[in-house]
């Protein structure tokens, strides 16, 4: 998938994914490449996005290094292959909605 492809696909979207059947997280797709992402935790990252030769990469606030996957549209969806050392299973969409991705707010305490 293309960087156009992937920006058409996902702009003003928020994504939930899943994998090996189980959730995994969502994140949601501002304006100019513009990124949050949560894991199934609720505690919201901000990042950015870019197109690497077939890879689409992310880094956010928290980590400098960048996160890359291989994106592609099937019957059900968007589905994702980490690129980075180790890879990981495959992600695939299990939602897809306009509303804001809904962040816990800080933790509080010990």
Known sequence: MSA???DA??????MTYATN????????YLPNRRVLWS????ECKEGTWYADNAD?????????TPQ?????VGST????????EGGS????????????LECLGPKIGA
């Open 9 to 14: 696909y996902t702009q003003g979207k928020t």
């Open 56 to 64: 689409i990469c992310f880094v956010y606030e928290d980590n400098p």
């Open 21 to 28: 059947g189980g959730p995994y997280g969502a994140e949601q």
């Open 39 to 42: 894991f199934i935790d609720g």
């Open 89 to 100: 299973p495959l992600l695939y969409e299990v939602e897809q909605t306009t509303s804001k």
């Open 4 to 6: 156009a492809e992937f």
């Open 68 to 72: 890359c996957w291989q994106f592609f």
């Open 77 to 84: 969806g968007l589905s994702a292959r980490f690129t980075g």
